[in-house]
């Protein structure tokens, strides 16, 4: 069997119905490739989040570290923590009037 079809109103219905179910399946590719998109976004998103939790942690642990490590100075010399703290304050309210 052909698929030639003398009758012209007869290749213009297969015309129409190929051109129809063409765009039937670009429309289901359109809406696969936004499904598929937006399941990317998702777990890009997923993987920024759990890598900006992950560096939050690390950032607030070493902050804690660096606060214990200075309370425990502090309470080891309280005179020259006072004396440090004194001077730190004078040259920042030095270059601060200027």
């Known amino acids: 069997m052909s698929d030639f079809e003398p009758d012209p109103s007869r290749q213009a ?3 129409a119905d190929d051109i129809a179910a063409l765009k039937d399946d670009v429309a289901v590719l ?3 490739m936004k499904d598929l998109a937006g399941r990317v ?5 997923d993987s920024i989040s759990g ?6 942690e ?3 642990e070493t902050g804690r570290r660096s606060a214990n490590k200075v309370t425990a100075h502090i309470e080891e010399k309280p ?3 006072l004396l440090i703290a004194f001077a730190a304050g004078f040259v ?3 270059i601060l009037t200027r």
């Open 13 to 15: 219905k297969r015309i």
């Open 30 to 32: 359109v809406r696969q």
């Open 41 to 45: 976004g998702q777990d890009t998103a």
């Open 51 to 56: 890598q900006a939790a992950d560096l939050y």
């Open 58 to 60: 690390t950032v607030s």
């Open 79 to 81: 005179i020259a923590s």
């Open 92 to 94: 920042f309210s030095k």
